[in-house]
């Protein structure tokens, strides 16, 4: 019994053992476990920082022009890196105007400047809206670009050049460079603040063409505001001019003016043919002083009915009177506006002769009344300093040499001399007066 009891405490101690050292090893697994976890807790915790990083580079902020678009999205010339760019769209993508309101992508044209918020790694837009700080202009006319300053005036307002990364025509070919702008082209532009970033060529310039000038003394003007000396028209060249409806007249010194309304389309040559012009007819009154006595008139050997009108065209002209009981009355006188010859006829003897000149003193005791006008018409009219109207008028004069001045705002200050004679009466004057631009 006693080696029994031996035994079992052997057994005992034994199975004690073992659990301790069991026990002990358990404990430094885990501890190993432990130790290996809290090793790497640190790398985890890093990796996800680093995936939130990579989601927040997710959204970019970008600013572009669009030049191009295509089923699925479109092409943006990004103006940081200067380079041009495939973007994609979804059905997700938000789209808006430059007031932060809704619209179709339809209504984003080519050349728009956009803002849009760009995710690299799908090279999708999930916001494209029309650039706050932009703005556009429509309809333009070149004819107020500098290619020297590289600059448009509008208004008060100067754009320049420096800035433009986009350029199409009519056709929507992408032009190289602002050069393929010419004068008198119709643009659509866009920017911001001072610079001009995108330009349309909406049309194309038209071109007139004059031809036939019977005189180059004249001036060609356009809807009353582009006045062009025919002197400075060059006789195989084209005018430019903006395509659509236009007023011209062609003023030549001689002739009656030609107006024309004329619908230029773009690329088109408008002919002008001076050759059917028509010469303008003055008239020409002769006031004949020979106390009533019948008389014969002739101005270049061509009879006229005495008291009637005569109509001249521009030139210089030979005028003969003759009348029973007095000297033969001959001079030359020229035409280049309505006119009034005033012919005191020569007695043969004194006593007629001191009644005719009594006739004429008395006639020229009272005034003449002369006509006055200017194109345009609204001037203020100075005689010898003081004014006395606005034209057309008609004013009271004596024979002599008078100032007259004539006043219009947006015109130059126009003054001449107005010599009433008994020689050479004229009582009819028209002024042309030149814009201050």
Do not use: C
Not at 41 to 51: C, G, Y
Not at 290 to 308: A, K, V
């Amino acid at each position: 019994m006693l080696h029994m009891m031996k035994k079992n405490k052997s057994l005992v101690i034994a199975i004690i053992s073992s659990s301790t050292v069991l026990l002990l090893g358990l404990m430094v697994l885990m501890f190993i476990g432990i130790g290996r976890f809290i090793d790497k807790t640190p790398a985890i915790i890093q990796q996800q920082e680093i995936d939130v990083a990579s989601m927040i580079a997710l959204a970019i902020d970008m600013d572009g022009i669009i030049t191009g678009k295509t089923s699925s999205g479109f092409t943006m010339f990004n103006l940081s890196s200067q380079q041009e760019m495939e973007i994609e769209m979804n059905g997700a993508t938000l789209i808006y105007n430059r007031y932060n309101q809704p619209i179709p992508f339809q209504m984003i044209d080519l050349g728009e400047i956009v803002q849009i918020v760009y995710e690299p790694a799908h090279k999708t837009a999930s916001r494209i809206q029309i650039h706050p700080n932009s703005w556009a202009r429509d309809g333009v006319s070149s004819e107020s670009m500098s290619l020297i300053a590289n600059s448009l005036t509008l208004g008060f307002q100067t754009y320049t050049f420096n800035t433009v990364r986009y350029i199409i025509d009519s056709e929507y070919n992408q032009l190289p460079n602002i050069l393929h702008v010419q004068p008198y082209d119709t643009l659509d532009i866009k920017g911001m603040d001072d610079g001009i970033y995108s330009v349309h060529i909406t049309e194309n310039a038209g071109y007139i063409e004059v031809t036939n000038l019977p005189t180059y003394s004249g001036r060609l003007e356009i809807n009353r505001q582009r006045q062009i000396p025919l002197n400075s028209i060059d006789p195989d060249g084209y005018i430019p001019v903006t395509a659509g409806l236009h007023n011209i007249v062609l003023y030549m010194d001689g002739y009656d003016p030609v107006v024309i309304d004329a619908n230029i389309s773009e690329g088109q040559v408008f002919e002008i043919n001076a050759a059917n012009a028509n010469l303008t007819e003055y008239i020409v009154n002769v006031r004949v002083n020979n106390n009533n006595t019948p008389y014969e008139i002739s101005i270049n050997d061509t009879l006229y009915i005495p008291g009637e009108p005569i109509y001249l065209n521009k030139g210089e002209y030979n005028l003969r009177v003759l009348s029973t009981g007095y000297e033969a009355y001959e001079r030359q006188f020229s035409v280049s506006s309505d006119r009034l010859l005033s012919v005191t006829m020569t007695p043969v003897n004194t006593v007629v002769r001191d009644a005719v000149e009594a006739e004429f003193n008395n006639a020229a005791a009272d005034g003449f009344s002369v006509s006055f006008d200017t194109s345009p018409s609204g001037a203020r009219l100075f005689i010898d300093g003081q004014y006395v109207g606005v034209t057309p008028m008609s004013y009271t004069m004596g024979l002599g040499i008078f100032k007259a001045e004539f006043e219009l705002e947006g015109y130059e200050r126009y003054s001449t001399s107005i010599v009433l004679e008994t020689q050479n009466l004229q009582l009819r004057y028209l002024y042309i007066l030149t814009p201050l631009f």
